[in-house]
Nanobody, 123 residues
Framework: DVQLVESGGGSVQAGGSLSLSCATR????????LAWFRQVPGEEREMVAQ???????HYDSTAEGRFTISTDNNKNTLYLQMDNLKPDDTAMYFC?????????????????WGQGTQVTVSS
């Protein structure tokens, strides 16, 4: 089985920064198809940032230029550096992984999910 555990969430003022981490266990494929999503209660979950097997990165338009997704060398940990945070970044943030080494379409094909870490940005 695969377990993903997020950490690093918290409460910050607008303009501040947070660094999220997603530790993996049992993710033996380590394909590099990994992503961060966020969700506000009552709204649809949306992709924030994604990294492909080849290292290519994709960002939601609201995150481009402010967020940076990365992994460690063995892809055991996924990171999301968030700078210049805004109040509308407030959400539960989830990490996700594709588990079968197949397709890695943007915002799709994710099989494993963490429990989430809350990010709250005050104005």
């Amino acid at each position: 089985d695969v377990q993903l555990v997020e950490s690093g969430g918290g409460s910050v003022q607008a303009g501040g920064s947070l660094s999220l981490s997603c530790a993996t266990r049992g993710y033996t494929r380590r394909s590099g198809c990994l992503a961060w999503f966020r969700q506000v209660p009552g709204e649809e979950r949306e992709m924030v940032a994604q990294i492909q097997d080849d290292g290519a990165k994709h960002y939601d338009s609201t995150a481009e230029g402010r967020f940076t997704i990365s992994t460690d060398n063995n892809k055991n940990t996924l990171y999301l550096q968030m700078d210049n945070l805004k109040p509308d970044d407030t959400a539960m943030y989830f990490c996700a992984a594709e588990g079968y080494g197949g397709s890695c379409r943007v915002g799709k094909d994710f099989d494993f999910w963490g429990q989430g870490t809350q990010v709250t940005v005050s104005s």
